[in-house]
């Protein structure tokens, strides 16, 4: 079964990184869903969360450690791990239903950014399934436009310290 994997990639930040990265997956077969690459607190270094469907990423872990300027790569458990997105949406909005489109942004804490005389933009940032589940609610209004960022992740941590036995 094929299923989405998060990747998190650190790389130099160097010219042609992100792409010698796409291509290698491109050559495996292997469909990117969704790229976002960004620096880190590391001056000259940056993460690329990468997500694809596949069943098994071993051998693309592989060939993507060979690359010269890939330093460490995280498969992501979602289970332990942060995801976000952020989208900008533009929605049908005539005076006579405007209302109800900000009631559901309200709801979900997206943001009006534009208003027009038949239209609502709305910025929303949160868990892929929340904006695609904002995207369901708002979709009979009318989707004029829909832009996504890519899917940035990190693991999380653990909430409780361990304590050591003492004896």
Do not use: Y
């Amino acid at each position: 079964m094929r299923e989405h994997r998060v990747l998190s990639v650190l790389v130099e930040d160097k010219p042609g990184v992100l792409a010698r990265v796409s291509s290698l997956l491109a050559r495996r077969g292997f469909n990117i869903h969704s790229l976002a690459v960004g620096p880190t607190a590391d001056a000259g270094l940056s993460t690329m969360t990468i997500v694809v469907m596949a069943a098994e990423l071993e051998q693309v872990k592989k060939q993507l450690h060979k690359l010269v300027n890939v330093v460490k790569i995280t498969e992501l458990d979602p289970a332990i791990s942060i995801e976000r997105e952020i989208m900008l949406v533009k929605v049908n909005a005539t005076s006579g239903r405007r209302g109800d489109v900000i009631d559901l942004a309200r709801i979900f804490n997206a943001t009006p950014v534009d208003v027009a005389v038949n239209s609502l933009t709305l910025l929303m940032a949160g868990k892929p399934s929340k904006l695609n589940d904002f995207l369901d609610l708002v979709r009979p209004f009318g989707i004029i436009e829909l832009v996504k960022s890519g899917r940035i992740a990190v693991r999380r941590e653990p909430k409780v310290r361990k304590l050591k036995a003492v004896g």
